[in-house]
């Protein structure tokens, strides 16, 4: 037990070296500062308690998250539903291969002023833009991995006379995870920068609005406890998918961990 | 041609051609097979001869260029529900997501209640020895172990009709005995219909009541000879019987004289 604190203690330590070394600098480096835009670090700290611990959490960073939820879970349940068919439909793939190109190279808020001005300035948009976001990344993802789900897989499939639910939910779907999971994994940072593209648009609240609005009023070390927000909740919700990774594909590590040991005794 | 019961599945005028850069290539011409109900036939010849193709045509997952394949009368389109393919490389054709028991239970979802599909797998897989092991995942067990999975789940499907293409070419020698001698007790048990490709001559004569061969460009079962061995066979003493070695020696001659037919042809 002890020696596995002390495992966990020096990992923490090698990881961690790094960022509280950067934070002291900049404490340190930014004490007596008097530039207007980099204000001290013990100045954006205080703010930072002030308004996120926990008075203006309720006003901005809820909705910001409420955003952030409701537009991932459409984009990225319509894109793995629309992965499954388009990819599993080889000539309309082909036929749709350079509007898709074309749309998912578009950035996404070039299509803020068109989206603000079909469905007005509220939720909608906004969540639309975040779904649409959110979208490409895990359907392009979820087309490739569907296409490339194991021939010798698919026959198994039509010999034992799988159902077409079964066959897409316990064959093709599983098969093309590793690949979903990638694309999901985008799409949750994609979807972060529509978070906060679209609050600075056209909003009376969100995180977005308080960073822009904080500067607008020269209220800098508002601003910039609004972008250590950001940044730390960047940070979580990239451990939260990659923790998310790790439970759905265990038996992915598994099989290739095995397959690397078993590599020559398996011939 | 008229329907006996000596005709479960059959072969009839059956070919088969690949399109190879917009040219027919073909495979198969002309193979007339009779396998009656109960039977174990093996089907020989050297690797490329289209031995995969034929199976894949009588599974009906390949549906062929002539001829026609029948199942207990009626003519294959797909594959019949009476009937299981184990195929030669069992990690690619098991689901490394699921657990051993998924796997034997995913072709028993039609029809079947979650009760009955849990004691189906079950049981195939103690026929197959793997008690206990339902758990774990494909890829923790060994090859040899994870054909016997494939197996399990071909068995629980209680077919009429097992197709097996190569199913021990990729496991050691010993695991390749122990695995053949299974599929006798599996026969002997459920008189289950097999037919086994292989490039083996030992395994095919060891394994079978009846060993065809198929050779040529494009194939066809250029001889078909019985083996006269009684049902209970045994690793050492049936493959020193001269009855086998006959056969052995028959079927090593016909492939290698069409080895060298095929040499001076080329």
Redesign the interface.
């Known amino acids: 037990m002890s020696a596995r604190l002390l495992r966990l203690g020096r990992h923490l330590l090698v990881e961690a070296w790094l960022p509280v070394l950067a934070v002291t600098v900049w404490w340190v480096g930014s004490a007596s500062s008097t530039s207007l835009y980099f204000p001290p670090l013990s100045q954006i700290a205080e703010r930072f308690r002030e308004l996120w611990l926990f008075d203006q959490v309720p006003v901005h960073l809820v909705p910001s998250l409420q955003n952030l939820g409701w537009g991932l879970l459409c984009g990225v349940a319509a894109a793995v539903a629309t992965g499954i068919v388009i990819g599993r439909m080889p000539r309309l793939h082909s036929a749709l291969l350079p509007l898709m190109e074309f749309m998912r190279a578009t950035p996404i808020l070039a299509l803020l002023p068109l989206v603000f001005g079909l469905l007005g300035l509220g939720v909608t948009s906004k969540v639309a833009l975040i779904a649409l976001g959110a979208f490409w990344p895990t359907f392009l993802n979820t087309v490739d991995g569907v296409r490339s789900v194991?021939p010798?897989?698919r026959?198994?499939a039509?010999?034992?006379?799988?159902?077409r639910t079964?066959i897409a939910f316990?064959?093709v779907l599983?098969?093309a995870?590793p690949q979903v999971v990638v694309g999901f994994r985008t799409s949750v940072s994609v979807a972060v920068v529509v978070v906060v593209g679209s609050e600075m648009f056209g909003a009376g609240n969100g995180i977005g609005y308080f960073v822009l609005q904080a500067q607008r009023t020269y209220a800098i070390a508002d601003m910039w406890a609004g972008i250590v927000l950001l940044g730390l909740l960047g940070y979580l919700l990239n451990l939260l998918s990659a923790g998310f990774e790790r439970w759905v594909l265990s038996?992915?590590r598994?099989?290739r961990a095995?397959?690397a040991v078993l590599g020559e005794g398996?011939? | 041609m008229t329907m006996t019961d000596s005709e479960f599945l059959q072969a009839i005028g059956l070919s088969h051609s690949y399109v190879v850069d917009r040219a027919a290539r073909p495979v198969l011409h002309g193979v007339d097979l009779q396998v009656r109900a109960g039977e174990a036939v093996c089907v020989v010849g050297h690797s490329g001869t289209g031995k995969s193709t034929l199976l894949r045509c009588l599974?009906g997952?390949l549906r062929p260029t002539g001829g026609e394949v029948r199942l207990d009368g009626r003519r294959v389109m797909?594959?019949p529900?009476d009937?299981?393919?184990v195929?030669q490389?069992y990690?690619?054709?098991l689901?490394?997501?699921?657990s051993i028991l998924d796997n034997v239970m995913?072709?028993l979802?039609?029809g079947l209640g979650s009760q009955e599909r849990r004691s189906r797998a079950q049981q195939a897989l103690a026929d197959v020895g793997l008690d206990g092991t339902g758990s774990l995942?494909p890829?923790?067990v060994s090859?040899g172990m994870q054909q016997r999975v494939a197996i399990a789940?071909a068995l629980a499907?209680r077919p009429g009709v097992l197709l097996m293409d190569e199913p021990f070419a990729?496991v050691?020698a010993q695991t390749r005995a122990d695995l053949e001698d299974m599929v006798l007790t599996i026969r002997r048990d459920t008189g289950i219909t097999l037919v086994v490709v292989t490039h083996d001559i030992d395994e095919a004569v060891y394994l079978a009541d009846r060993v065809v061969v198929l050779a040529g460009t494009p194939a066809s079962i250029t001889a078909d000879l019985r083996v006269d061995l009684p049902p209970e066979r045994d690793q050492l003493t049936t493959k020193a019987d001269p009855r086998f070695l006959a056969v052995r020696a028959e079927v090593f001659n016909m492939i290698r004289t069409e080895l060298a037919r095929a040499g001076r042809a080329t």
């Open positions: 194991d010798q897989i026959e198994v039509r010999a034992y006379r799988l159902t079964d316990r064959v599983p098969s995870m038996w992915h598994g099989q095995a397959a398996a011939r | 599974a997952l797909e594959p529900p009937l299981a393919v195929f490389d990690s690619r054709s689901m490394p997501w699921m995913l072709p979802r039609r995942y890829w923790q090859g789940r499907y990729s050691d």
